[in-house]
């Protein structure tokens, strides 16, 4: 069974700094792994998806996360934090053949300091 | 412009109602999921459909109902059995009917249910 676990319900980094986001996961099939961001009171929006091509996968608004089978992670990173970056990140896995059986973590809260 | 719709974004129910909470979306994908949202938790699927006139239960799926009548709309009923409703609740689509597991899931704005 596939499963995902944020470390850290609450991050906060000043304006300008490194951005860090945890994320491991279980999975015992190669895993297909998603960075999704929540703004308040709204949807998910997709930032990034690992999909077995680069380890290192590029996505949105400056995020990029690493694939590391030998950490079982997929950390988010982004190297300047920017105020309007203050959401909160959901990772998930894939588990399964289907797309339906996507298993998210419980999120992480970024909040940015000026 | 192409996307998903919940209405309505805040709800109000009485204990002992049935509510019914729409979803449609415009992006001609096969596949569509409800969520349930609470502080503090990830997401739990409630129900998903990969096609019309069919869907089946996720992880909570006790107090809920859905219909899958048509491929753009995903109705979800909260109904009076369902003991502890308020939530955030979020519906997405992705694309494929048998879709591989890279397939992205695009979601709607949400609609918040609180029982008074």
């Known amino acids: 069974a596939q499963s995902v676990t944020q470390l850290g319900s609450h991050v906060s980094v000043s304006e300008g700094a490194l951005v860090l986001l945890r994320c491991n996961y279980s999975s015992s099939v190669p895993p297909y792994l998603f960075w999704y961001v929540q703004y308040p009171n709204q949807g998910l929006q997709l930032l990034l998806k690992?999909?077995?091509?680069?380890?290192l996968v590029k996505g949105i608004n400056g995020f990029e996360a690493e694939f590391k089978k030998s950490e079982t992670s997929f950390h988010l990173t982004k190297p300047s934090a920017h105020m309007s970056d203050a959401a909160e990140y959901f990772c998930?896995?894939?588990?399964?053949?289907?797309?339906?059986?996507?298993?998210f973590g419980s999120g992480t809260r970024l909040s940015i300091r000026p | 412009d192409g996307g998903i719709t919940q209405s309505p974004k805040y709800l109000f129910r009485k204990e002992g109602q049935n509510v019914t909470l729409s979803c449609e979306q415009n992006l001609n994908h096969d596949a569509m999921y409800w969520y349930r949202q609470d502080p503090g938790q990830g997401l739990r699927l409630i129900y998903y459909?990969?096609?019309?006139?069919?869907?089946q239960k996720g992880d909570i799926a006790e107090g809920y109902s859905v219909s899958r009548e048509k491929k753009e709309s995903f109705p979800l009923t909260v109904t009076s059995a369902q003991k502890n409703p308020t939530a955030f609740y979020l519906c997405?689509?992705?694309?494929?009917?048998?879709?591989?597991?890279?397939?992205?899931?695009?979601f709607g704005p949400g609609t918040r249910l609180t029982v008074l």
């Open positions: 459909s990969q096609i019309v006139n069919d869907f």
């Open positions: 690992y999909t077995s091509a680069a380890t």
């Open positions: 998930a896995v894939s588990a399964g053949s289907s797309a339906s059986k996507i298993i």
């Open positions: 997405a689509s992705s694309k494929a009917r048998d879709s591989v597991v890279t397939d992205t899931q695009y």
